[in-house]
């Protein structure tokens, strides 16, 4: 079974400043990990994803993300806030191929809010 | 490249309607996925396929809600008929086998 916690809905940053989301995970297979952002009124756009090769993953916009299996963790890092990356950010686990699991569990998002 | 193309983007339909929402998945793309977005219950998977197959509906709702996928290039999903509740956003997403899903912009539901 696989399963994704994020925590905080809301998470408020100044301009500037650094952004971490947070994100833990279960999983019974090795697992592969994944940020979403999503835009208003749009569809989801992958972020960066960790596939089991190295353990910080860089992304686009900036991001980046580091996996750590002893804390089953996946947060989510930007140095520095910019007002264009207020959005909801949703981070999501799935099983490697060979584990047979197909599915994606996403988890309930993270609203950031970029304050100027 | 196109990108997953879900149609129609909005729809207004009254309660007892049946509604159809389409989906072309990416060219090449094996796995299709359907998920429901609402505010109280977030992203939920519907169904997904594999090479056409429906492999797991465990998250349709109830038997209002039906999922096809006659071949690689199109699915639909239909709810009928449809309820108040089902107002939400339903995307669907693609995937060629093990890599990364790719969403669609998404149909966005009401029934009044």
């Known amino acids: 079974a696989q399963s994704v916690t994020q925590l905080g809905s809301h998470v408020s940053v100044s301009e500037g400043a650094l952004v971490l989301l947070r994100c833990n995970y279960s999983?019974?297979?090795?697992?592969?990990l994944f940020w979403y952002v999503q835009y208003p009124n749009q569809g989801l756009q992958l972020l960066l994803k960790?596939?089991?090769?190295?353990?910080l993953v860089k992304g686009i916009n900036g991001f980046e993300a580091e996996f750590k299996k002893s804390e089953t963790s996946f947060h989510l890092t930007k140095p520095s806030a910019h007002m264009s990356d207020a959005a909801e950010y949703f981070c999501?686990?799935?099983?490697?191929?060979?584990?047979?699991?197909?599915?994606?569990?996403f988890g309930t998002g993270t609203r950031l809010k970029v304050l100027a | 490249d196109a990108g997953v193309i879900q149609s129609p983007r909005h729809e207004v339909t009254e309660m007892g309607q049946e509604v159809t929402l389409r989906c072309k998945p990416i060219?090449?793309?094996?796995?299709l996925f359907w998920y429901r977005q609402t505010m109280m219950r977030g992203l939920e998977l519907l169904i997904y396929?594999?090479?056409?197959?429906?492999?797991?509906d465990s998250g349709m709702p109830e038997d209002r809600f039906s999922a096809k996928m006659p071949n690689a290039s199109f699915s639909t999903l239909k709810i009928q008929p449809s309820e108040p509740r089902d107002s939400a956003v339903y995307f669907c997403?693609?995937?060629?086998?093990?890599?990364?899903?790719?969403f669609g912009e998404g149909s966005w539901l009401t029934v009044v």
């Open positions: 997403a693609s995937r060629v086998s093990g890599n990364t899903i790719y």
């Open positions: 999983s019974s297979v090795p697992p592969y």
């Open positions: 960790y596939t089991s090769a190295a353990t």
């Open positions: 999501a686990v799935s099983g490697a191929p060979t584990s047979g699991t197909y599915k994606y569990i």
């Open positions: 060219s090449g793309h094996n796995s």
């Open positions: 396929f594999n090479n056409n197959v429906p492999i797991d």
